[in-house]
């Protein structure tokens, strides 16, 4: 079985989703998600851990359900530690 996400380091996938939905203060679709070349499986790993929150609503006539995905609190702290630990590259 495998450690929960928070127990173990992210992956590049999980920063680069992490720190797309930060620049999002609304969240994003999960369609733009996917178009963005995030697996259902990292998107689920984050919402596991706690990182992002899905919500989900009835859109149009037809009632059609769009799923919208947010960072949480504890997504910014992790993006927070993250930005904190590594040194900018444009200092000498």
Do not use: C, Y
Request: avoid cysteine; aromatic fraction near 2%; charge should be positive.
């Amino acid at each position: 079985m495998t450690a929960p996400l928070r127990q173990r380091r992210l992956g590049v996938e999980q920063r680069r989703a992490l720190n797309l939905l930060a620049s999002s203060p609304f969240g994003v679709a999960e369609a733009i998600m996917l178009v963005h070349g995030f697996t259902r499986r990292t998107l689920a790993d984050l919402l596991r851990a706690g990182l992002a929150i899905a919500q989900h609503k009835s859109v149009g006539a037809d009632s059609q359900l769009v799923g919208r995905i947010k960072i949480t609190e504890a997504g910014r702290r992790v993006i927070d530690r993250l930005t904190a630990r590594r040194p900018s590259p444009r200092l000498p």
